[in-house]
């Protein structure tokens, strides 16, 4: 019954079905999961004399002087009297002699219940247009449904009444230890309908977040628990030249993301860690030792990176590092010669090669490795899962992820559920914070008037636009636009450059341009969002930058002062609302990619934040990140001790349904 088509409960047809798929409804499964938006508090019934205004409340007594008249073309005005004092208005639309629908309706009640806000009148509180009862409301708290034309929350209500008398057929899918004091399935999908009281709701709303977070990261991480892996070895002598050519002292931060990579790659279970680390923190050292201990192993190390300037500037890194060692590192990208690209791909497969950086081109199917038992992905939010599971197809390979676009941890547990997590919070002794200025457009040509005067002490800037070429609907400055007015007004003395995401192979050209020193000036879009790094580059102007979530103008502004110069970071912003100024001194005052993550999340809502709409959002009916990030972390914790006891379900066959219920 509960995988029967919407057609079974009352009142529905075939065209009603129609109209309600929607709503996401099409079986009675659907109906019952489809949760109230809201409740309207029926609980206490407050005298007409004591009601209060400004506040949504249920009242009721004996309606008195109701009267209608016509005012203006087809439209009535109803009046009458509850009580005293509370006075009570309707406006209706009805073209005929007699009396309107309502009217009647009022006419013939005795004991009249009403729900709305009154307001301030001048005898006394007045409420517009008010939601009529002829007898006490049935429900306690009613539930306020998501609606479609032509579909009212009273027949949604009856729909959902329907729906539960099925309630029988669904099982309970928590494990009892694992439930404990929580009320049953049934229960909570009976009480977040139809609420005894708040405290009731409360609970079943607690059981069912804590349902779908645990489903949802069960779902994800069962996986992982089934697969063999290489156990690499031990880290010797090769290792401890890595670390003895370092020319700087490791951060606390970085020593133990280094000692839980070195534990997952030493384990025979396969590592699937995230790293996760603010702008220049130092995550690449993480990724060149565990290339360095694959290497040990006699494995073969594969760095997957967005873009081909990416994939040139670490190769050089890593050929730095690395090849004093003896290690061969070579670089694949699409932008390369055929008998190039050939050659590498012929000491990947002989082994010739111990470490590739490269792009998409990792994964095309020419590409073979000898023994790949590291796979490293770099700005993972770049990057689909499935590209993941492609590089890692390759070979019986650990997995490294590294993202410099810090998240909370509520998201990090939801976006990349089957990975562990490792923050590294601290930065490099010597990397100084930018600074950051938010400026009244008003002087936006003293800010490029700096701007030359750095780039006329032989530094460079960036300045970054949110759109590519103008738009109806935005009125935002495009990229394009503004070049041709930067070239002709306050950026006439310098070399300017633009680049954005809808450039091809010259996007590249123009960035090693920049790289090179070619190019003073750099417009651009979000492009130069990750990974860029031109030390030279010192300023930042940062155009519209009410637009931007702060996540990203924190990632933008560490493109600059990555050099041994500080660097300074301009928002202009042209439409400031409270809630953007707001957002912006948040970024204005803190310089910690964590925090400001966590201020993203809480201002803007996890749908905004990084598209994370695309990873999982919709899988939540009840679930609010921003809010239940303790419940998450409980079902977190449950998982991992269902997993550590029976990896593959074997005693929990109805949670095992559920999962594939739900194609886990």
Known sequence: MLDAPVTVLPGIGDKRAQTIKTLGLETVRDVLFSYPRDYKDFQKVIPPEQVQVDVPQLTSGQLANLTERPISRGRRLIQGQLGQQLRLTWFVYHKGRGASYLYRKLERAGRLWVYG??????????????????????????????????????????WAEAALKQLHFLPECLPEEIKGSRPGRGEAIKEIHFPSNWSSYARARERLVFEEFFLFLLGLQRGKRHEQGI?????????????????????????????????????????????????GSGKTVVAEYGAVKAAASRGQAAMMVPTEVLARQMVQRLKTSLEPLGLSVELLIGNMKGRDQERVRSALESGECDVVVGTHALITEKVNFRNLTLAIVDEQHRFGVRQRSALLGKGNAD???????????????????????TEIRD??????????????????EDVYRYVVSRVQKGEQAYVVFPLVEESEHVDLKAATQEMVDLQRG?????????????????KDEVFASFAGGEIDVLLATTVIEVGMDVPNATVMVIENAERFGLAQLHQLRGRVGRGNKPGICFL????????????LEVVRRSNDGFFIAEED???????????????????????????????????????????????ALQSYPSLAGELERLAW
Do not use: C
Not at 247 to 252: C, I
Not at 575 to 583: G, K
């Open 117 to 158: 806000v009154p307001k301030p009148g001048l005898f006394g509180p007045e409420m517009s247009s008010p939601e009529v009862f002829l007898r006490a409301p049935k429900y306690p708290l009613q539930p306020v449904y998501p609606l479609v034309a032509g579909v009212s929350n009273e027949q949604r209500i009856r």
């Open 231 to 279: 156990a690499h070895d031990p880290d010797g002598e090769l290792v401890q030249r890595y670390f003895n050519s370092l020319p700087f002292a490791l951060t606390e931060g970085q020593r133990k993301a280094i000692q839980q990579v070195a534990a997952d790659m030493e384990a025979v279970r396969p590592m699937r860690r995230l790293i996760q680390g603010d702008v």
């Open 399 to 421: 997995l490294l992820v590294m993202s410099a676009t810090p998240i909370p941890r509520s998201l990090a547990l939801t976006m990349y559920a089957d990975l562990d997590t």
């Open 427 to 444: 930065l490099p002794a010597g990397r100084q914070p930018v600074d950051t200025r938010l400026v009244d457009p008003a002087r936006r």
């Open 490 to 506: 306050p950026l006439s003395e310098v070399r300017v450059g633009l680049i954005h995401g809808q450039m091809g192979k010259e």
């Open 572 to 583: 202009l912003a042209y439409n400031l609302s409270q809630n953007s100024r707001e957002r």
């Open 601 to 647: 999340l809480r201002l803007r809502g996890p749908g905004d934040l990084l598209g994370v709409r695309q990873w999982g959002q919709p899988f939540f009916r009840l679930a609010d990140l921003r809010e239940d990030g303790e419940i998450l972390q409980q079902a977190a914790k449950e998982v991992q001790r269902l997993l550590a006891r029976d990896p």
